[in-house]
């Protein structure tokens, strides 16, 4: 489907996938199987954004402080990571979406950092949705790294510190040109940003459905079009005259 344009387009949509461990546990498996079951969420959001003519969908996948949590979890997460990959490359690839991924990619696991690294070059022509994963991705991070990219150059001399302004910030991110989100989704019921995309959700409509990531389905990306749909957004400035 052709994408949209003007306002109230919804080009950019970026998911904090919440509530796979207490998916599990209400079910009384473990964890990790919350992660495992998260995967057909993902399959189905891809595909709903594809139809819709959606640009860019983002996945909170993994983030710095996701480290912290018990080894056997995180290294549960890194082979979902590449099981993910290999399980669904050849559709994506058929559907045209290229791949891409933001965080501190060099810490991954080489295993899983190979595969996603192939991915992303196998998937690098294709013109359909840009599906971004966040890994060991942090908000602050993307910042501080940002900020230390440009303080590199400026002492390198090849950029005048007085230039520095939100364009350049926004160019010295993980992936310089991707739209800002216009709508974050965070399921769960939880509403807390988590350091997720401080810099691009700056006025991104947020969405806090009550569902947990492992059921959220087509019907509640209809909801969250909806509500989307529901919403003024005014950029700081006001609403156009008889509006509101
Ligand atoms: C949040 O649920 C989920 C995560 C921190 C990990 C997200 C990982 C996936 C969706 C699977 C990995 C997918 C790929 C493509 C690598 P939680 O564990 O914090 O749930 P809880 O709040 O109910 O405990």
Redesign the pocket.
């Known amino acids: 489907m052709k994408s949209e344009s003007g306002p109230r387009a919804l080009r950019s949509i970026a998911i904090i ?7 599990a546990r209400g079910r009384g498996l473990r ?1 990790v199987e ?2 495992r079951a ?2 057909t969420s ?1 399959r189905e959001s891809v595909k709903w954004c594809g139809e819709k003519g959606v640009e860019w969908l983002t ?5 710095t402080e ?1 480290w912290s949590r018990p080894r056997s979890e995180v290294s549960f ?1 890194m082979r ?2 590449s099981g ?1 990959i290999q399980r669904n490359i050849d559709e994506l690839d058929e559907e045209r979406v290229k791949l891409l991924a933001m965080g501190r990619l060099a810490a991954l696991p080489e295993g899983p950092g190979d595969d996603l690294r192939r991915a992303i070059g196998r998937t690098a022509g294709n013109d359909g949705l840009r599906l971004v ?1 966040a ?1 060991n991705y942090g908000g602050r991070a993307e910042i501080a790294d940002a900020a230390g990219k440009l303080a590199s150059e400026a002492a390198q001399g090849r950029l005048d510190p007085a230039a520095i302004d939100e364009e350049a910030v926004s160019a010295a991110l993980y992936l310089p040109g991707m739209p800002d989100p216009d709508l974050v989704i965070r399921t ?1 019921g ?1 509403q807390r940003f988590s350091n997720f995309m401080l810099w691009q959700a700056a006025y991104s409509e947020l969405y806090f459905p009550e569902v ?2 492992p059921d959220f389905r087509r019907e509640h990306l209809d909801q969250a079009l909806e509500v989307y749909r529901s919403r003024q957004r005014r950029f700081g400035g006001l609403a156009p005259a008889g509006t509101r």
Request: proline share 0%.
């Open positions: 996938m919440d509530g796979n461990g207490r998916w964890r919350g992660h998260a995967e993902i996945l909170f996948a993994f983030s996701n997460i979902l990571l993910f994963l890994l769960s939880e947990l990531w």
